[in-house]
């Protein structure tokens, strides 16, 4: 016997969101990935321990339903963080910004799906090194993303499934070829203002935003839609029936700084509303007119300090930065701009 490895495994997922929850779509982009391979588990079982059955011990277990919770941990990408990023905020616009001189680049947008509660399933197809297993109903609980200096940004999406697992003989999917995304690529700045719209394709921040690029340290935010598994009565297939959003988004939005002055504590102290705007501007898109960048732009419309704290590492004063991301009545609370080469995202 020998010891198995997962070298020469891959995880690939569908595009396109399934037609309806557990039907497998094709699977057709893979990505490259960190962390345990991906498995279902009993969700619920019972034995009869409680019924007097005459023996001492339980005599029988039964399984009553099976779930699947994985996670997705890589370095970023735009696709891959449009990929997470649309299948737990739930709504994506795509645009041609200029199909006349690049008709491959696309933009899109990425917004929370606030009219409907039915969240984006997915089918996956990994290949741990041993088996290749097709899992259909997938779909995404959270992302976070994080940035620290002198490293690579990263990304971690945490997914469930409907439970189902079969087998698949399908050909790995070929890795979109985009440069990740790397901490001199991060801007930071805080303040100014928005205009345009999402539908017009020019929303922007204006106005004079405040540069934190050089003192920022670290930063992390990560959505949450508080994804719920629903079994549904008179459905004996022992494998979820649908998924949904929880009441509400989450979002946890942290930044750690270099301290200049006491402008993140007075900030904190006035209870001040501030545009967040991290734009991450990664290589240029070859081709055509040479004015589009593969990048990933995070816009919050209104966010206020939630923490200010002063510390230090080792001489050196920052501030560990915490913000309550608020929802603006006309822009929403998070808005994701991603640009790259890809057709469409989960439609």
Same mark, same amino acid.
């Given at each position: 016997?020998?010891? /198995?490895?997962?070298?020469?495994?891959?995880?690939?997922?569908?595009?396109?969101?399934?037609?309806?929850?557990?039907?497998?779509?094709?699977? *057709?982009?893979?990505?490259?990935?960190?962390?345990?391979?991906?498995?279902?588990?009993?969700?619920?079982?019972?034995?009869?321990?409680?019924?007097?059955?005459?023996?001492?011990?339980?005599?029988?277990? +039964?399984?009553?339903?099976?779930? !699947?919770?994985?996670?997705?941990?890589?370095?970023?990408?735009?696709?891959?963080?449009?990929?997470?990023?649309?299948?737990?905020?739930?709504?994506?616009?795509?645009?041609?910004?200029?199909?006349?001189?690049?008709?491959?680049?696309?933009?899109?947008?990425? $917004?929370? $799906?606030?009219?409907?509660?039915?969240?984006?399933?997915?089918? !996956?197809?990994?290949?741990?090194?041993?088996?290749?297993?097709?899992?259909?109903?997938?779909?995404?609980?959270?992302?976070?993303?994080?940035?620290?200096?002198?490293?690579?940004?990263?990304?971690?999406?945490?997914?469930?499934?409907?439970? /189902?697992? $079969?087998?698949?003989? &399908?050909?790995?999917?070929?890795?979109?070829?985009?440069?990740?995304?790397?901490?001199?690529?991060?801007?930071?700045?805080?303040?100014?203002?928005?205009?345009?719209?999402?539908?017009?394709? *020019?929303?922007?921040?204006?106005?004079?935003?405040?540069?934190?690029?050089? @003192?920022?340290?670290?930063?992390?935010?990560?959505?949450?839609?508080?994804? &719920?598994?629903?079994?549904?009565?008179?459905?004996?297939?022992?494998?979820?029936?649908?998924?949904?959003?929880?009441?509400?988004?989450?979002? *946890?939005?942290?930044?750690?700084? +270099?301290?200049? @002055? *006491?402008?993140?504590?007075?900030?904190?102290?006035?209870?001040?509303?501030?545009?967040?705007?991290?734009?991450?501007?990664?290589?240029?898109?070859?081709?055509?007119?040479?004015?589009?960048?593969?990048?990933?732009?995070?816009?919050?419309?209104?966010?206020?300090?939630? $923490?200010?704290?002063?510390?230090?590492?080792?001489?050196?004063?920052?501030?560990?930065?915490?913000?309550?991301?608020?929802?603006?009545?006309?822009?929403?609370?998070?808005?994701?701009?991603? &640009?790259? +080469?890809?057709?469409?995202?989960?439609?």
């Amino acid at each position: 016997m020998t010891t /198995k490895r997962i070298t020469t495994g891959w995880r690939g997922f569908s595009l396109s969101r399934e037609s309806s929850f557990g039907s497998p779509a094709t699977v *057709d982009t893979a990505f490259n990935f960190e962390g345990p391979p991906t498995d279902i588990e009993i969700n619920s079982a019972q034995t009869d321990e409680n019924e007097i059955t005459g023996l001492n011990e339980p005599g029988s277990h +039964e399984v009553l339903n099976w779930k !699947l919770d994985g996670l997705h941990r890589q370095r970023t990408t735009p696709h891959n963080l449009a990929y997470f990023l649309s299948a737990v905020m739930g709504k994506v616009t795509t645009q041609t910004p200029d199909a006349g001189n690049d008709p491959t680049v696309r933009r899109h947008w990425i $917004e929370r $799906e606030i009219g409907n509660v039915a969240l984006p399933s997915m089918t !996956l197809v990994e290949f741990d090194g041993i088996a290749q297993k097709r899992f259909p109903g997938i779909f995404a609980k959270s992302v976070k993303v994080s940035g620290n200096r002198n490293d690579f940004l990263k990304m971690e999406s945490q997914f469930r499934g409907m439970g /189902k697992e $079969e087998a698949s003989a &399908i050909a790995k999917p070929g890795v979109v070829a985009e440069s990740y995304l790397r901490y001199g690529d991060v801007q930071f700045t805080r303040g100014g203002s928005l205009s345009g719209s999402v539908a017009g394709g *020019d929303l922007a921040v204006g106005g004079s935003p405040v540069s934190f690029k050089a @003192d920022l340290r670290s930063f992390a935010w990560t959505v949450d839609n508080q994804a &719920i598994a629903v079994y549904e009565m008179g459905d004996n297939s022992g494998y979820v029936s649908r998924a949904e959003r929880g009441d509400r988004f989450s979002h *946890d939005l942290t930044a750690v700084f +270099e301290m200049q @002055d *006491d402008t993140h504590k007075t900030g904190l102290i006035n209870g001040t509303e501030y545009v967040l705007n991290i734009p991450i501007v990664g290589a240029v898109i070859p081709g055509g007119s040479g004015a589009f960048n593969f990048s990933a732009d995070f816009i919050f419309p209104k966010v206020v300090y939630r $923490e200010a704290k002063k510390s230090r590492d080792g001489q050196e004063v920052i501030v560990n930065a915490e913000f309550q991301v608020l929802e603006d009545p006309t822009y929403g609370s998070a808005i994701v701009k991603i &640009i790259n +080469e890809q057709v469409g995202y989960l439609t």
